[in-house]
Each structure stands twice: as structure tokens, then as C-alpha cells.
């Protein structure tokens, strides 16, 4: 069982950035899938972006050009940087982690996120 612990979300202005963070207990290394997603309130659970193995990134059109996820391996870490935050941003973001060909997948609990002036 991989623990993931996500961090850094928080009240933040429209316009601002923040950075969220996804620290797994062991090594991510062998998961080919690393994502975030995220639920605002009312409303269904919805992926923002995704990292493979050979580093192809991915991310959903209401924050591209915006979001950029990265993984640090050696750190077994996964970021999600988020710039020019919207009140629609507004969520809970949780951690996903996919071993797509074990079907072995993880989720953090959470860290939430509020953009408001």
C-alpha cells in the first residue's frame, strides 16, 4: 500500500500561484501514470493533468497553458504549479498514482485549494 500525502494548497488571490506537492511513501518510479485531479464543491471528481514515465505531459483545457505537473523520482514527489489561479480553481486536489499494466492505483486524501479575493 503506497501512502500519498499531497501539501500546499491554501487561500490564495485571483491571479496567484501556488504549488502542490504529492509525496508517496515509496518509489514512484514503477507507477507509468503520475495525475492530479480535483473536485470543487457540488460537483464530480475531474482529472487536471498527468505525467508518464518518459515524461509526456498532459492537462485538461480549462488549465492549460496555465497548470504544469512535473515528477521528481529521486524525491518520489509529484507537483502540480499552478499559475494565474481562477475563483473557478477552487477545489480539493488529490494525487493519483497508476501502474497501468498491475492496475495498482493510489489516491491521496486531498489538499484544498481556494482561490478568493
Known amino acids: 500500500q503506497v501512502q500519498l500525502v499531497e501539501s500546499g494548497g491554501g487561500l490564495v488571490q485571483p491571479g496567484g500561484s501556488l504549488r502542490l506537492s504529492c509525496a508517496a511513501s515509496?518509489?514512484?518510479?514503477?507507477?507509468?501514470?503520475l495525475a492530479w485531479y480535483r473536485q470543487a464543491p457540488g460537483k464530480e471528481r475531474e482529472w487536471v493533468a498527468s505525467?508518464?514515465?518518459?515524461?509526456?505531459?498532459n492537462s485538461a483545457d480549462s488549465v492549460k497553458g496555465r497548470f504544469t505537473i512535473s515528477r521528481d523520482n529521486a524525491k518520489n514527489t509529484v507537483y502540480l504549479q499552478m499559475n494565474s489561479l481562477k475563483p473557478e480553481d477552487t477545489a480539493v486536489y488529490y494525487c493519483?498514482?497508476?501502474?497501468?499494466?498491475?492496475?495498482?492505483?493510489?489516491w491521496g486524501k486531498g489538499t484544498l485549494v481556494t482561490v478568493s479575493s
Open positions: 515509496e518509489s514512484i518510479f514503477a507507477f507509468n501514470v
Open positions: 493519483n498514482i497508476l501502474q497501468s499494466y498491475s492496475g495498482r492505483q493510489y
Open positions: 505525467i508518464t514515465n518518459s515524461v509526456s505531459t
